[in-house]
């Protein structure tokens, strides 16, 4: 998830947050998202990393000319093992290989695992034996991936995560360093969206990612916490949890039909959003408002028709690719990485799609996002 001014930004929303506590908890506490007795306070958000490290805005990032040069001349190789094979995946990918093409970093294989466990210790070991220099992936399941990595530590290779590393891998150590968005500023561009779309009242359902993923965890509680603190007169009727996203049409479908006066959803991301504007689409629900993160073309579509979804938050993801091949260059000269690289995200609207979709993919969006 194109190096541009919002990366500054990133430092920004930090600090905006600094006063703010506790943020790594997974939980999800069940029923309201409304108001609570006594006064209100803003919501335990202070953004750290899985392991507690200390956030460095990616902007802070560098390399001198000496050692772009130094990069080249190893002819060194990577390979990506993936979490999962979604339009944001590529578009991360697309942005690791522009800045690997520029260091002159050959890439020699990419693979996927479908947020399968098993799956993605398969493609460790057969991206092992091609013997790269290094890797870039992102843990399905951080116990798992514990395990599955080790060979690959073990074996020299240096590993750059995004968002999500192995259990108890840290940075300076088994791995180079953490890259990714901040995940809170997500839950309240969210929230904020949201609530003006219903006008700072009504009724939502909470689909949220029902695993230990320490990216989705804190997306999914950042929103319900700033949805509570900035709109106490919008409920949460109902919270339902899912693992594959291939169920949240049913999941939806049942939301409806239990809550006939529901006017929003959020959802954890895009691909399980798609199933929840099925479900809307197929029910006439038109008047249900859908927010998400991740932008992927079909709901950036809606979005422009003035369909059910209100905004996606984009995660800038060439940018966010740009910032992994510059850490693995950091991981190859044996430079000291900051231990957490953290980009802002960018909420995507009707009014600039276009902008937002260049800001995610590195170029003009397709006919069908702007409605053509």
Aim: charged content about 20%.
């Amino acid at each position: 998830m194109k190096l541009s001014r919002r990366r500054g930004a990133a430092l920004g929303a930090l600090c905006a947050l600094a006063l703010m506590v506790g943020a790594c908890s997974n939980e999800t506490s069940g029923g309201n998202g409304g108001a609570s007795s006594g006064p209100r306070t803003e919501p335990s958000l202070s953004f750290v990393g899985p392991g507690g490290e200390t956030p460095t805005a990616a902007d802070q990032l560098s390399l001198t000319p000496e050692e772009r040069q130094k990069v080249k001349d190893g002819n060194y190789s990577a390979a990506f093992v993936w979490h999962e094979g979604s339009a944001l995946t590529q578009a991360v990918e697309s942005g690791v290989r522009k800045e690997f093409d520029e260091l002159g970093i050959k890439v020699l294989a990419s693979t996927s695992a479908e947020f399968d466990p098993a799956r993605q210790a398969n493609n460790v070991q057969t991206v092992l034996a091609l013997k790269p220099d290094l890797i870039v992936t992102i843990a399905v399941d951080p116990t798992a991936a514990a395990a599955a990595f080790k060979p690959a530590v073990d074996a020299g290779v240096k590993l750059v995560v995004m968002t999500t590393p192995p259990k108890d891998f840290k940075a300076g150590e088994q791995i180079v360093g953490i890259v990714t968005v901040d995940l809170t500023a997500f839950g309240k561009a969210n929230a904020e969206l949201l609530g003006k779309a219903l006008g700072g009242k009504g009724k939502v359902g909470y689909v949220y990612h029902d695993a230990d993923f320490w990216f989705t965890n804190q997306r999914d509680k950042a929103f319900k916490d700033w949805l509570g603190y900035l709109y106490p007169d919008i409920e949460i009727v109902e919270e339902t949890g899912f693992s594959d996203p291939a169920r949240t049409e049913d999941i939806a479908t049942a939301m409806l039909t239990r809550h006939a006066d529901l006017n929003g959803v959020y959802v954890a991301w895009a691909t399980a959003a798609e199933g929840v504007l099925a479900a809307t689409r197929q029910q006439g629900r038109t008047d249900v408002k859908i927010v998400t993160n991740d932008l992927e073309a079909n709901l950036a579509a809606d979005l422009v028709k003035g369909g059910n979804v209100v905004g996606v938050i984009g995660n800038g993801s060439t940018r966010l690719g740009q910032n992994l091949g510059i850490v693995a260059a950091y991981g190859l000269l044996g430079k000291q990485a900051p231990e957490l690289v953290v980009s802002a995200p960018m909420a995507a609207t009707k009014e600039n799609i276009a902008e937002a979709w260049r800001d995610d993919y590195g170029q003009e969006p397709p006919a069908e996002v702007l409605g053509n």
